[in-house]
T-cell receptor, first 112, second 114 residues
Framework: KQEVTQIPAALSVPEGENLVLNCSFT??????LQWFRQDPGKGLTSLLL?????REQTSGRLNASLDKSSGRSTLYIAASQPGDSATYLC???????????FGAGTRLAVHP | NAGVTQTPKFQVLKTGQSMTLQCAQD?????MYWYRQDPGMGLRLIYY???????DKGEVPNGYNVSRLNKREFSLRLESAAPSQTSVYFC?????????????FGPGTRLTVT
């Protein structure tokens, strides 16, 4: 059964730091991995989707990498800002039909 | 472009009451999903619909029913609400064709059962 783990569960950093959020999964037979952002009391916003054939994807200050063989993905946030404060979730499809298995998330606080 | 919409945004029910959560998407996606999110846990799949006319159980289907009304709409029904169903419910949609399987989420319905 696919399991997804995110470390750390919470992170508090000063503005301007470069950050790495980790996601690990137990079954490497995935065809993509998706990173989401969730603001308090809000829905999920898709940040990046990495296909299994790719090793990384970039969007602005965000860079996500995928290493299927080791069952790991990292989300790198460059030059963090207070507006980056949110919970970040990773998810992988499992059992067909793009059904997603989620990690519990990393709650990020960036303080001025 | 509205994306995925959900109604209602908030709901309070008493134990034993029933209600239907509505979801609609305007992206012409084939697949739709219902997840629940509980504190300290990731989202868990309740039911999904791979295409219009089909539905199937996810990880936590007990106490719920669904209807895929048409390609756009996918509703979730609680027949007899229980306090354990207090949660935030998210609807999502995606396509299974082509190179992208990106899943898009609605804003959620916050349900409290007393």
């Amino acid at each position: 059964k696919q399991e997804v783990t995110q470390i750390p569960a919470a992170l508090s950093v000063p503005e301007g730091e470069n950050l790495v959020l980790n996601c690990s999964f137990t079954d490497s037979a995935i065809y993509n991995l998706q990173w989401f952002r969730q603001d308090p009391g809000k829905g999920l916003t898709s940040l990046l989707l990495i296909q299994s054939s790719q090793r990384e994807q970039t969007s602005g200050r965000l860079n996500a990498s995928l290493d299927k063989s080791s069952g790991r993905s990292t989300l790198y946030i460059a030059a963090s800002q207070p507006g980056d404060s949110a919970t970040y979730l990773c998810a992988v499809p499992s059992g067909g039909y793009n059904k997603l298995i989620f990690g519990a998330g990393t709650r990020l606080a960036v303080h001025p | 472009n509205a994306g995925v919409t959900q109604t209602p945004k908030f709901q309070v029910l008493k134990t034993g009451q029933s209600m239907t959560l509505q979801c609609a998407q305007d992206m012409n996606h084939n697949s739709m999903y219902w997840y629940r999110q509980d504190p300290g846990m990731g989202l868990r799949l309740i039911y999904y619909s791979a295409s219009e006319g089909t539905t199937d159980k996810g990880e936590v289907p007990n106490g719920y029913n669904v209807s895929r009304l048409n390609k756009r709409e996918f509703s979730l029904r609680l027949e007899s609400a229980a306090p354990s169903q207090t949660s935030v419910y998210f609807c999502a949609s995606s396509n299974r064709d082509g190179s992208s399987y990106e899943q898009y989420f609605g804003p959620g319905t916050r349900l409290t059962v007393t």
